[in-house]
């Protein structure tokens, strides 16, 4: 079972606000990863990380913004929460050939 | 530029029969090929890879998939299939030896076995 965490699980947030989704794995991957799942269920890469201090724009463009301060965590942030930011949000991280994912977040914003 | 295509959107199997699902790539160089699965509400969980070697390659829950390079395909396969088979797969390719490479997914079929 791999060990990459990702909280809350679920989340319903107001429209304006801020919100921050965390991902931490124990595994000492270098390479971490954010896609988000849209619900038509294709996942798209929207954030990756070779390692700290590492962060680049993945395939489909995102207002989100993340850091990696530290190896082990990969935080996610919107600054304004809108409708069109509802969606699944998957963490994963690899080292030279799978990657393992987190059970992900579920994000409504109303 | 590397893609991935599943060209079914759903595949429906009566409980017993063997299961196909179908993947192609496409990659620069060598490819890193994987298969995963995705329960409801769940993140994805991974079921097998081919890296290198034999073209079979066995993974969790009695799965198989073989690489055919001159077809460019890696479809997933089980002998006899169970209900709880019935969920989302996803292809994936990655270049080979390429430290930077990500994962790229196709867009998933999802998998009906009815008892």
């Known amino acids: 079972e791999a060990d990459i965490y990702q909280t809350p699980r679920y989340l319903v947030i107001g429209t304006g606000k801020k919100i921050t989704l965390e991902c931490s794995q124990t595994?000492?991957?270098?390479?971490m990863y954010w896609y988000q799942q849209d619900p038509g269920m294709e996942l798209h890469l929207i954030h990756y990380?070779?390692?700290?201090?590492?962060?680049e724009k993945g395939d489909l463009s995102s207002e989100s913004t993340v850091s990696r301060i530290r190896t082990e965590h990969f935080p996610l942030t919107l600054e304004s929460a809108r409708p069109s930011h509802t969606s699944q949000y998957l963490c994963?991280?690899?080292?030279?050939?799978?990657?393992?994912f987190g059970q992900g977040t579920r994000l409504t914003v109303v | 530029a590397q893609s991935v295509a599943q060209p079914e959107d759903q595949v429906n199997v009566a409980e017993g029969n063997p299961l196909t699902v179908k993947c192609t790539y496409s990659?620069?160089?060598?490819?890193?090929l994987f298969w995963y699965v995705q329960y409801p509400n769940r993140g994805l969980q991974f079921l097998l890879k081919?890296?290198?070697?034999?073209?079979l390659v066995k993974g969790s829950y009695g799965f198989e998939a073989e690489f055919n390079k001159s077809q460019t395909s890696f479809h997933l396969k089980k002998p006899s299939a169970l209900v709880s088979d019935s969920a989302l797969y996803f292809c994936?390719?990655?270049?080979?030896?390429?430290?930077?490479?990500?994962?790229?997914f196709g867009k998933g079929t999802m998998l009906l076995v009815s008892p």
């Open positions: 994936a390719v990655r270049e080979a030896g390429s430290g930077y490479s990500t994962l790229t």
């Open positions: 990659v620069s160089g060598n490819p890193y």
């Open positions: 994963a991280s690899s080292e030279f050939t799978e990657a393992f």
């Open positions: 595994m000492g991957h270098d390479k």
């Open positions: 990380s070779y390692g700290v201090n590492s962060t």
């Open positions: 081919y890296i290198t070697g034999d073209n």
